[in-house]
């Protein structure tokens, strides 16, 4: 009975998920509303973590809870720490939830809904999730080794080699595009600026309470912090109504670009205690109490999605950024369905502190749904603004032009309706001077989010607060990641100078820390100016460069976990990883190829500087801008030099496996795992970490 | 309505364990807990020692996501 009971119950999920999945795809009389989106969602990655998971679970990894995790055999209290489950998903969660599945979703959305959702939930349960769960299984089995290592132990050593290389790459430009969102978000807006601004002293007074007045009492300084900067929220709307303090934070591009490269550099370098930790503390808390209040407010307001299933733009012509949906929407939309930049933290901290190998599902393919609801939740909120004021705000003014007039004529002539005043008065009512040309998907997630909150809580009178909590939260948290990437780029650096030099390789080394410190920023800092200064925004060719970059790590996690398939015996089952590791190369390298390659200016980097060096040898450029135009020529230049060096380290890892699967298959090579030896647990019942502090 | 209750704190004290121990603020008690399972682990570090320790580990590698 509670057999037929229980397949009624997914048979009926599975349904529900299926009929919204249809409307979502088919419906096109009316606009849908936001719940066709969560229902999709939620009874996919229901029916997805139920058997997909379980499959992978039992039939391919087969978990075995009565083997000693790395947690519990190499047990020190510090590094190997065993955890409860749910405090691990919540670890694991917090760790691998950027900007990137806020942003992604927000830019993609110039397709419309359509492509970016059903890659958001398809590419999730079968792509991003897969490779999580697999790295994280493959980490746990090796003591909790890094990808890089796993790499070079299991396919090669010029695999782990290109890994690690890989990994520098994505972290440069991936700092550079999300300090390229603040600055789009943050330009000419003094109420933002102000925000943000104060959350340094702020963190710098959690961070001295933290080391000499309760050390380690992170909960209590957290709330204290958290406190503050909703204080500082509140704060900034009489600084922006003040004409004096105002003029202060009114910051233009360039200027929010070097403050934030300097601020870089000192967050480098400065004890980590003072300013880093005690902003991921902060961030981690508003990051995670932000999401959850996004995910109730899109279930409160359920709002009804303005933008069409499809727009024209899906024929590659979009003001966000150029290029066709295939490829260029499975390379904007990373993080919220497959990144590579999780296998960093599945093969981090998280494999060393897993309590029993079976909770490596809900922790590394769970925390990978909840990942890929938040993309979902970006989504909708872009969405459920009117499509004229969503292109208004992301499209750079090289493109709609300057003013509202100029914007509303070009964005009507796309076919949505834009009024002049609709966006004049829509920055009034969130505080700012203007909502133009603010491109890099923050502003306009911001306003979504705004709307969705003071759709719950306020009204009308919030909107402006809660636009600039929205701001500040994105921020936030992506000032946090270029706190602790330029930190970890600095070690990495600092390791292959150490080969140059050994004092250099030292991390208490001072000139080690200063020359490893300048050259992390001076290579971020590099591409953060040139976005600054593309007329094109910026947006335009560093995010698919980041997203390309995102995508190859994806591909080397997924390379890597085929190969471990194969040595584990399991060819019958190699596609749950060649899938989607084939469909990422496919992708990647005709994004690759179409960045370099493509005769189109907008879209292809080689075309745009073959086109500024002929308008400089016609003449048509002269005088002061010429050296402007030579800068961007080099730019676009080097740009094509970086990705086409990013593919071509995928593809000699990709043929470097192919081979060693090849010679594995046909027996020429007898396959060794590197996987610890099995030692039976000796905690066979209950957490002792959980039960225990729970007793208290 | 003794049972409501009972379930209630029963959550409440589970969520607070829970936010404790994502949030960090009971590493060092879970630390203290481990060395004492040790045998040979030594004397323990002071909390403020720990609470550097962990920092700067926990920075060294890769901690945040895109």
Same mark, same amino acid.
């Given at each position: 009975m509670k057999r037929i009971l229980e397949i009624i119950v997914w048979a009926a999920i599975a349904l529900a998920g299926a009929g919204a999945l249809a409307a979502i795809a088919f419906e096109r009389r009316e606009p849908l509303n936001a719940v066709w989106f969560i229902v999709a969602?939620?009874?996919?990655?229901?029916?997805?973590?139920?058997?997909?998971?379980?499959?992978?679970?039992?039939?391919?990894?087969?978990?075995?809870?009565?083997?000693?995790?790395?947690?519990?055999?190499?047990?020190?209290?510090?590094?190997?720490?065993?955890?409860?489950?749910?405090?691990?998903?919540?670890?694991?969660?917090?760790?691998?939830?950027?900007?990137?599945?806020?942003?992604?979703?927000?830019?993609?959305?110039?397709?419309?809904?359509?492509?970016?959702?059903?890659?958001?939930?398809?590419?999730?349960?079968?792509?991003?999730?897969?490779?999580?769960?697999?790295?994280?299984?493959?980490?746990?089995?090796?003591?909790?080794?890094?990808?890089?290592?796993?790499?070079?132990?299991?396919?090669?050593?010029?695999?782990?080699?290109?890994a690690l290389l890989a990994v520098l790459a994505i972290m440069v430009i991936l700092l550079a595009v999300i300090a390229l969102v603040v600055v789009k978000a943050l330009r000419e807006s003094p109420w933002g600026t102000f925000t943000l601004a104060m959350t340094i002293p702020i963190a710098l007074l959690m961070g001295i309470y933290l080391r000499f007045v309760r050390p380690g009492r992170v909960l209590e300084a957290s709330i204290g912090g958290v406190a503050l900067v909703g204080l500082a929220v509140i704060a900034g709307q009489w600084v922006n109504a003040s004409p004096s303090w105002s003029q202060v934070f009114t910051l233009s591009a360039p200027s929010l670009a070097i403050a934030i490269i300097v601020y870089g550099f000192a967050a480098s370098t400065l004890p980590v205690w003072l300013l880093l930790a005690p902003r991921d503390y902060l961030s981690a808390f508003i990051k995670v109490a932000a999401i959850f209040a996004l995910a109730a407010g899109v279930l409160?307001?359920?709002?009804?999605?303005?933008?069409?299933?499809?727009?024209?733009?899906?024929?590659?012509?979009?003001?966000?950024?150029?290029?066709?949906?295939?490829?260029?929407?499975?390379?904007?939309?990373?993080?919220?369905?497959?990144?590579?930049?999780?296998a960093l933290i599945a093969s981090g901290t998280t494999p060393k502190m897993i309590l029993r190998e079976g909770h490596a599902r809900i922790v590394g393919y769970g925390s990978m749904l909840m990942e890929s609801f938040v993309g979902v939740m970006a989504m909708i909120a872009a969405c459920a603004l009117q499509p004229g004021v969503y292109f208004a705000i992301n499209s750079p003014a090289g493109i709609v032009g300057k003013t509202a007039d100029a914007a509303a004529k070009t964005i009507s002539s796309w076919g949505f309706t834009l009024d002049p005043q609709t966006i004049t008065s829509l920055a009034q009512r969130v505080g700012e001077r203007t909502l133009l040309d603010r491109t890099g998907g923050a502003p306009s997630l911001a306003v979504g989010m705004a709307q969705i909150f003071s759709g719950t809580i306020g009204g009308e009178h919030l909107l402006s607060i809660w636009y600039h909590f929205a701001i500040m939260f994105e921020a936030l948290f992506i000032l946090t990641t270029l706190d602790a990437g330029t930190r970890v780029g600095r070690f990495m650096v600092q390791d292959l100078a150490g080969h140059a030099w050994k004092p250099l390789g030292s991390s208490r080394s001072t000139a080690g820390t200063l020359v490893g410190s300048a050259a992390?920023?001076?290579?971020?800092?590099?591409?953060?100016?040139?976005?600054?200064?593309?007329? @094109? %925004?910026?947006?335009?060719?560093?995010?698919? #460069?980041? =997203?390309?970059?995102?995508?190859?790590?994806? +591909?080397? !996690?997924?390379?890597?976990?085929?190969?471990?398939?194969?040595?584990?015996?399991?060819?019958?089952?190699?596609?749950?990883?060649?899938?989607?590791?084939?469909?990422?190369?496919?992708?990647?390298?005709?994004?690759?190829?179409?960045?370099?390659?493509?005769?189109?200016?907008? @879209? %292809?980097?080689?075309?745009?500087?073959?086109? #500024?060096? =002929?308008?400089?040898?016609?003449?048509?450029? +002269?005088? !002061?801008?010429?050296?402007?135009?030579?800068?961007?020529?080099?730019?676009n230049r080097l740009d094509a030099a970086v990705t086409a060096v990013l593919a071509a380290m995928v593809l000699v890892l990709v043929v470097e496996a192919i081979c060693e699967w090849i010679r594995i298959l046909r027996g020429r090579t007898r396959p060794v795992l590197h996987e610890s030896p099995y030692v039976r647990t000796r905690w066979a019942g209950g957490n002792p970490v959980w039960s225990q502090e729970a007793e208290r | 309505m003794s049972k409501v209750r009972s379930i209630s704190t029963n959550l409440l004290r589970g969520g607070w364990v829970w936010l404790r121990q994502v949030s960090g603020d009971a590493a060092y008690d879970n630390y203290l807990r481990s060395t004492a399972r040790q045998a040979d682990s030594g004397p323990p570090l002071s909390r403020a020692e720990f609470y550097l320790d962990l920092l700067r580990r926990r920075y060294s590698s890769v901690s945040r996501c895109c």
């Open positions: 969602a939620l009874c996919t990655y229901l029916v997805s973590y139920r058997f997909y998971s379980a499959f992978l679970a039992a039939r391919i990894f087969a978990l075995d809870s009565t083997r000693a995790t790395p947690a519990e055999r190499l047990e020190d209290g510090r590094d190997f720490v065993p955890t409860n489950k749910w405090v691990l998903l919540g670890h694991h969660f917090a760790a691998i939830a950027g900007p990137g599945p806020l942003v992604g979703p927000t830019l993609a959305a110039q397709f419309g809904y359509l492509p970016g959702t059903l890659w958001l939930i398809v590419g999730a349960a079968l792509g991003g999730c897969v490779q999580d769960f697999t790295i994280l299984f493959c980490s746990i089995r090796r003591d909790g080794k890094s990808l890089g290592q796993i790499a070079r132990e299991e396919v090669s050593n010029r695999g782990g080699t290109i409160v307001v359920r709002p009804t999605l303005a933008m069409p299933a499809l727009t024209r733009f899906a024929d590659g012509s979009g003001p966000v950024f150029a290029g066709k949906i295939f490829p260029f929407c499975f390379i904007t939309i990373a993080c919220g369905a497959v990144s590579g930049f999780h992390m920023v001076g290579a971020w800092g590099y591409f953060l100016w040139q976005g600054v200064q593309d007329p @094109l %925004g910026g947006i335009n060719s560093l995010w698919p #460069l980041f =997203g390309i970059a995102n995508q190859l790590l994806a +591909a080397v !996690a997924l390379v890597v976990a085929t190969t471990i398939l194969l040595k584990m015996g399991r060819a019958r089952f190699i596609w749950v990883t060649l899938v989607p590791m084939a469909w990422l190369v496919v992708v990647t390298m005709t994004a690759s190829y179409e960045k370099i390659f493509s005769a189109s200016p907008r @879209l %292809g980097f080689l075309a745009q500087a073959n086109q #500024l060096a =002929g308008q400089i040898s016609s003449g048509a450029i +002269a005088g !002061a801008a010429i050296a402007d135009t030579r800068r961007l020529i080099f730019n | -």
